[in-house]
């Protein structure tokens, strides 16, 4: 019978509810919210995470729709709803400070969800430490709590300490508030529990707060430090009195080899380093790490100037297992590492190289005949690799799925050629700014390849050739860059138009061939399109921007200049339209 509720009627709650709660996907969950009221009241008692923004407003209606919440989030930086079933509160109208959370409102959370397990309060710049330790004598069962930001003293952190004992994870970036005394009382509460400590631009933290981290948190797995008020001390305090750890992250400037040396002798466990911008730091650490970390499997140095070939000598040599590599600024490694990590980490996955000027092909050749399970490479202004790399990589490394090369100079048809070739599993290609790379190269691609992602903004010697062979080949492609091709025209765009149904974003950004006529031919198919960038594009006109807004039903954003936007537009799709510059 039309109208009649079939489901509703023959359906009890308990049932739905189970339902709902195999649900895993949110876009899923949020269409079944809108089918009727009914399901909208059962599928929030399912919700176990929310994220929401800032403000107090409405904290009193969360609990009772949201009954079984376990996980919250809230972050400043989201947009605060300020109609959401009732009025605002009189006396807050243009006053954005009265609308942020605040102590009162935090205490009300408490209240609200005493069972809160995971916790985040992202930049919440109104809370302090008496609404968190309000928060922390009702949530004490908070395993998680992200206070990144927040200008909370040590009160707060040290009511944490005493009435959340089951906590495990911490996050203490930006909390400039904080001194070693919070800290020390954080570590003699939760010092059991704790697994997780992150600190970034904590000015007042000293190696005192790092002892006792070392003294009471034995389970403690992983660390990020950033400071520069960390020395050896705290370090080395931290290495001998948590061996379980297995993830370190430093940019700590006065740290130098012997707290590297202390690292590699106890924490054994150890998976993942990441050293950050070390002046201090020279190959002797790095050998400890090699001779001591076996089961270390991700490396990232970044701006270490000090350490050499010989320090990378020592981690291919002694860590068998590494899966991920970044090597990022570091001036005095060259080929000769990278051919000790070729020869000896069989296993390696993903390898990033930035700013290595020394690199040259002779090392990615071993890469390429050592490292068979390699899926991701990156390669970002290394000067003096070329083709004869990326024909050994292609040849070699026959599992590629990611590859993203910038500002590659000597690297040209030839070696993008054998990639199309021999990587058969490749779905996300990015060349931006290699000049040599041409048609041909992409022709090779689209024959090749089924890509969804692609990026070849600079390219000067790809035209519409290149892009109607991807068109054709590739009708999977969801993300399309072709910024800055001068020889890009609207045969390719018409192509694309026809093709590729599913893009959702692109951009045509200083494009001065393509035209309204080739956006007209674009958006005939492409009713996917979610972005749409073309700044500088001086063959578009108000027309063609109006084109893409009326065309496209899932359109939210579009970069243009402003004085392309007409009055019609704006109104129809103001919210949708970005200005490079107010005054274009």
């Known amino acids: 019978m039309r109208g009649h509720d079939w489901i509703n009627t023959a359906l009890p709650e308990e049932l739905i509810l189970e339902i709902f709660s195999r649900l895993h996907s949110k876009s899923t969950r949020d269409a079944c919210s809108l089918v009727c009221r009914r399901w909208f009241r059962l599928e929030r008692r399912t919700r176990t995470t929310l994220r929401i923004g800032a403000t107090h407003l409405f904290l009193d209606l969360l609990p009772t729709r949201f009954s079984n919440l376990r996980n919250l989030y809230i972050d400043e930086r989201l947009s605060i709803p300020l109609h959401l079933g009732r009025r605002r509160p009189k006396g807050e109208e243009g006053d954005l400070d009265s609308l942020c959370l605040s102590d009162a409102g935090l205490s009300a959370l408490g209240q609200g969800f005493p069972k809160l397990h995971k916790l985040g309060l992202i930049w919440c710049s109104n809370v302090s430490s008496d609404g968190l330790a309000s928060l922390a004598r009702k949530c004490t069962s908070l395993k998680a709590l992200d206070l990144q930001g927040c200008y909370v003293g040590d009160q707060g952190l040290a ?196 700013y290595c000027h020394r690199v040259g092909d002779v090392s990615l050749l071993e890469v390429g005949q050592g490292c068979k399970f390699l899926k991701v490479l990156h390669l970002v202004d290394c000067s003096s690799i070329g083709d004869d790399a990326m024909c050994s990589i292609a040849s070699g490394c026959r599992n590629l799925k990611k590859l993203h090369i910038r500002r590659c100079y000597k690297i040209g048809n030839k070696g993008i050629i054998a990639v199309g070739k021999h990587c058969k599993s490749l779905t996300d290609l990015s060349i931006r700014f290699c000049d040599r790379v041409g048609d041909s190269a992409l022709t090779a691609i689209a024959e090749g390849c089924s890509l969804h992602y692609l990026n070849v903004s600079g390219c000067h010697q790809i035209g519409d050739a290149g892009v109607t062979a991807i068109a054709r080949g590739c009708p999977q492609l969801c993300y399309l860059d072709v910024s800055v091709l001068q020889n890009l025209g609207d045969m390719a765009m018409a192509e694309l138009g026809e093709h590729c149904t599913l893009l959702k974003e692109i951009v045509l950004s200083h494009c001065r061939q393509i035209t309204d006529v080739g956006l007209a031919h674009l958006v005939k198919s492409c009713t996917m399109l979610e972005s749409c960038q073309m700044v500088y594009c001086s063959g578009i006109t108000s027309a063609g921007v109006a084109t893409i807004v009326s065309s496209c039903p899932n359109i939210k954003k579009v970069l243009v200049e402003k004085w392309k936007v007409s009055q019609r537009t704006k109104r129809r799709a103001g919210s949708v339209i970005a200005y490079l510059c107010v005054d274009l």
């Open 159 to 354: 009511a944490v300490g005493q009435c959340c004992k089951q906590l495990e994870n911490l996050n203490l970036r930006f909390c400039e508030g904080l001194t070693d005394s919070g800290l020390v009382e954080l570590a003699l509460g939760v010092g059991k529990s704790l697994k997780s400590l992150g600190m970034a631009a904590c000015a007042k933290i000293t190696d005192i707060s790092m002892e006792a981290v070392g003294s009471h948190c034995m389970s403690l797995e992983t660390l990020s430090l950033d400071s520069e008020f960390i020395h050896n001390k705290g370090l080395l305090a931290v290495a001998q009195g948590c061996p379980t750890l297995k993830v370190l992250k430093l940019q700590c400037i006065n740290v130098t080899d012997d707290a590297l040396k202390a690292v590699g002798t106890n924490c054994l466990s150890l998976e993942l380093l990441a050293l950050y911008s070390f002046q201090r730091f020279t190959d002797k650490g790095l050998r400890a790490i090699g001779n001591g970390c076996k089961k270390l499997k991700n490396l990232t140095l970044i701006d270490c100037y000090f350490l050499s070939d010989k320090g990378l000598e020592a981690i291919a040599t002694g860590c068998k297992e590494l899966t991920h590599l970044e090597v990022n600024g570091c001036h005095n490694i060259g080929t000769l590492g990278l051919e000790y990590i070729g020869r000896s980490c069989q296993y390696l996955t993903e390898l990033a190289l930035l």
